[in-house]
Nanobody, 127 residues
Framework: VQLQASGGGLVQAGGSLRLSCAAS????????MGWFRQAPGKEREFVAG????????NYADSVKGRFIITRDNTKNTVYLEMNNLKPEDTAVYYC?????????????????????WGQGTLVTVSS
């Protein structure tokens, strides 16, 4: 699966952004998808994951209630809607696909569980 993330930008605290991740390859519809982020000087961390069918999602505690992950398998695209953004959300956001475990029930939360990565899109939240 090849991935292309987009939608990042500069936004004020309290604002919203929607990230998109377009995928190529037939494995997308059976793959869990995840969003991770990496802030300057920090490790890449899990943000949100979604089951291949879209029927299950999980989130990092830091974004729960503010971010929503969805997918459209007819468009081979996964989205991350980010609301009530905070300066600490500033990071490069990466989408990832877990094609090696088709139809996995619970999306993984660790980097090693994903085998394909997009190039990242920068989100900057000003205070």
């Amino acid at each position: 699966v090849q991935l292309q993330a987009s939608g990042g930008g500069l936004v004020q605290a309290g604002g919203s952004l929607r990230l998109s991740c377009a995928a190529s390859g037939r494995a997308f519809s059976s793959s869990s998808m995840g969003w991770f982020r990496q802030a300057p000087g920090k490790e890449r961390e899990f943000v949100a994951g979604i089951r291949w069918s879209g029927g299950y999602t999980n989130y990092a505690d830091s974004v729960k209630g503010r971010f929503i992950i969805t997918r459209d398998n007819t468009k081979n695209t996964v989205y991350l809607e980010m609301n009530n953004l905070k300066p600490e959300d500033t990071a490069v956001y990466y989408c990832a696909a877990d094609a090696q475990h088709p139809s996995r029930v619970v999306p993984g939360k660790f980097r090693y569980e994903y085998d394909s990565w997009g190039q990242g899109t920068l989100v900057t939240v000003s205070s």
